[in-house]
């Protein structure tokens, strides 16, 4: 009888101290930063990469994404050019590439701030790269961002793109080696280059026309092939 309630009383102190010798439960947040996490959004916006298009600044994605990135203008001929956040290593979970935020200020503003900068930087492109003074960062910081380009490190192909995103609304192919998958809805243009890095660009699905319109030019004057 006794050996029966020593072993009874060993029972329930394990039972009232299991809760205290099991490892705490961690609160896993699932990843919301991929690139084929795409929310649109009413009022014609959408969201990716947990950033809102048109609606948070390129401040908030330095927050959200990190420091690791550079900041400058980029320029090509005559243009006033594009203010780029460049992310160079990206990564989102197991998946890796390069991401480039584009922040949305007037041309009068870029000239300004393209005088303003010290020298300036020849890519592979033939762009020019000019980064800003300190004292404008703050500015630079507050644009708004206007559109979002992933470059994957891996290359894709029509079925994963499908498996991804469904099936486009439009292919658009500009030659033998580079075909526009387009996703009004989702404010997406996936564009393929057969031997190159494929290119993923996100816009606000009210403002797909920006990605659409280029293409359709580009055939009617007859360059594409």
Same mark, same amino acid.
Not at 32 to 56: C, H, K, M, N, Y
């Given at each position: ?79 006033? *050019? ?83 995103? *469904? ?59």
């Amino acid at each position: 009888m006794r050996i029966f309630l020593y072993l009874l009383l060993i029972i329930i102190i394990a039972f009232a101290a299991a809760p205290f010798l099991r490892p705490p439960v961690r609160d896993i947040q699932p990843v919301q930063t991929l690139p084929w996490q795409i929310e649109p959004l009413a009022g014609g916006s959408a969201r990716v990469f947990g950033l809102t298009l048109g609606a948070d600044h390129l401040g908030d994605a330095r927050e959200k994404l990190g420091e690791d990135m550079e900041l400058a203008i980029v320029a090509r001929g005559d243009e006033a *050019g594009s203010l780029e956040m460049f992310y160079s290593h990206y990564t989102a979970g197991l998946f890796k590439g390069k991401l480039v935020l584009v922040g949305a200020l007037d041309d009068a503003t870029l000239l300004r701030l393209r005088n303003r900068a010290g020298k300036a930087r020849y890519l592979d492109s033939g762009a020019r790269k000019y980064h800003l003074r300190s004292e404008d960062l703050q500015q630079a910081y507050q644009a708004l961002i206007e559109s979002i380009a992933f470059v994957p490190a891996v290359n894709l192909d029509e079925d994963v793109v499908g498996k991804r995103f *469904g099936s486009p609304q439009e292919s658009i192919r500009v030659s033998a080696e580079t075909i526009h998958l387009l996703y009004p809805r989702l404010g997406l243009d996936v564009m393929l280059n057969e031997g190159h890095k494929d290119v993923l660009q996100y816009v606000a699905p009210r403002d797909f026309a920006r990605l659409r319109t280029p293409l359709l030019k580009f055939l009617s004057n007859g360059t594409g092939k």
